[in-house]
């Protein structure tokens, strides 16, 4: 019994260190690369920023960084604070006011402004840059000065308000196809509704003159302007949806961002809209933004920011004092596979379009090219040269999905229930109650509670 009680003791603390961490993927995150963002650990900004990071699949919850929420703010990027490269940050937004979401990146402040350029890899595809900001933004108004970079047939440039993680969405798109105007939308998670673009009036040369773009967005409607002028209006009184008795109105904490990709590479429908195959003789191929001015609608959400540091990243369990973005929407919540029309102040211009390349796609195809699966010890490495084959797997996933061919499936429990039965292998005791102990719990648990006993 003496051996017994003392080996229990030894249980409890294995127990406790083994239930911190959450199933990521594979894998289970440790405390040197405790954030988890889609099957992968690391411990730097591309992992544990809030925008990314999967809290309940982390080391614990308190190990991704803490939402910082929106803050006045006019953002000039011939500045030195105004952009950070994301291997340089390191979770205070008052060190960078935008953060590029690539590695390699190809986003970089010069010439007193913020460009972003599409390359063109081996493949003959392009890759292309997204910089986001690093506050969250939940109504109000931001306007940028800008020229877009689609100088080109298939080249995309986007401003955009987005949620990730709920798939709320507010844009100005530039295709190459039409560099005399800029084009709206919105969405709601995720329910892609292309029917409901709209385009400005007509502009001077989007690629070679600097317009002003700006969005305003209120708990009741959007406005979307250029140069000061209002050209469409959503309210959101027009998206009520009676048979998911719902407004399909985005309304989530949402991030701020610019990009440039690749549209003539996607699908047919894409490539159409996006204007075809790039021809690459006709670049460079950069989006210049000079300056962004953030009008926050909470006046009274501004908050004190204390970054992470190397001894709370693995999280003891304790919350930071910051509050946390989790993704929910304010909006009543009915059936979302509803396909119930939604109506919009202005006339809608129907587009082709049977998938879309999006700063999400990009967002999930860099945090596969920046890490390798490894061990919960072990940082991921930077593997750029799977982009390619991730950004092609994605864009089919994503027409897959828009056609309603696919469903999201998560293995977890499957993968949870072999990892139960593996470890309860290793369990051999004369005793009931520590034989029931031992089933309570996940495969990992089960072996180090092995490794305990006997």
Not at 200 to 218: E, G, M, R, V
Not at 257 to 276: E, N, Q
Not at 391 to 416: L, M, W, Y
Request: hydrophobic share 30%; proline share 2%.
């Amino acid at each position: 019994m003496k051996n017994f009680t003392i080996s229990a003791l030894a249980l409890a603390a294995l127990l406790q260190t083994a239930m911190a961490a959450g199933q990521c993927g594979s894998q289970s995150c440790g405390k040197d690369s405790p954030c988890c963002v889609r099957g992968y650990c690391n411990s730097n900004a591309m992992y544990c920023s809030p925008f990314n990071c999967e809290a309940g699949n982390s080391y614990s919850e308190s190990s991704c960084w803490d939402t910082a929420h929106c803050v006045q703010s006019s953002v000039n990027f011939a500045s030195g604070n105004a952009f950070a490269q994301i291997a340089d940050y390191n979770g205070d937004p008052s060190t960078a006011a935008f953060l590029s979401q690539f590695e390699p990146s190809n986003a970089k402040q010069n010439n007193g402004e913020l460009e972003l350029t599409l390359v063109k890899q081996a493949d003959g595809k392009g890759f292309g840059a997204t910089v986001m900001n690093t506050r969250a933004f939940q109504y109000g108004t931001v306007e940028a000065v800008m020229r877009s970079g689609s100088s080109g047939g298939g080249v995309v440039s986007s401003f955009i308000i987005r949620n990730d993680k709920v798939g709320d969405e507010i844009d100005f798109e530039f295709v190459g196809a039409n560099k005399g105007s800029v084009e709206s939308n919105f969405y709601w998670h995720d329910q892609l509704d292309y029917t409901k673009m709209v385009k400005s009036p007509a502009l001077p040369d989007t690629t070679t003159n600097y317009h002003s773009y700006a969005i305003q967005w209120t708990p009741d409607k959007i406005v979307w302007l250029v140069n000061g002028n209002a050209f469409r209006t959503v309210n959101r009184a027009d998206t009520w949806d009676s048979a998911s008795n719902t407004f399909k109105y985005p309304d989530s904490e949402s991030y701020v961002s610019f990009s440039i990709w690749d549209g003539g590479s996607g699908a047919k429908g894409t490539s159409d809209w996006a204007g075809g195959l790039i021809q690459w003789g006709n670049q460079p191929f950069t989006m210049a933004v000079k300056s962004i001015n953030i009008d926050c609608y909470y006046k009274g959400n501004e908050t004190t920011y204390t970054p992470p540091t190397s001894g709370n990243n693995g999280g003891d369990g304790e919350s930071t004092d910051g509050e946390s973005t989790d993704g929910e929407s304010n909006t009543s919540k009915g059936d979302e596979s509803s396909t119930a029309d939604n109506t919009d102040d202005d006339s809608s211009s129907e587009v082709n379009n049977d998938d879309e390349s999006s700063e999400e796609e990009e967002e999930e195809s860099s945090v596969k090219s920046s890490s390798s699966k490894t061990s919960s010890t072990k940082t991921s490495s930077i593997k750029s040269a799977s982009h390619d084959e991730d950004e092609s797997s994605e864009a089919d996933d994503e027409e897959s999905r828009i056609s309603g061919d696919v469903e999201e499936q998560n293995d977890d429990d499957e993968n949870s229930k072999s990892s139960i039965k593996a470890g309860a292998s290793f369990v051999r005791s004369s005793s009931s109650d520590a034989r029931t102990l031992v089933a309570s719990f996940g495969g990992m648990t089960a072996a180090l509670i092995a490794a305990c006993l006997f």
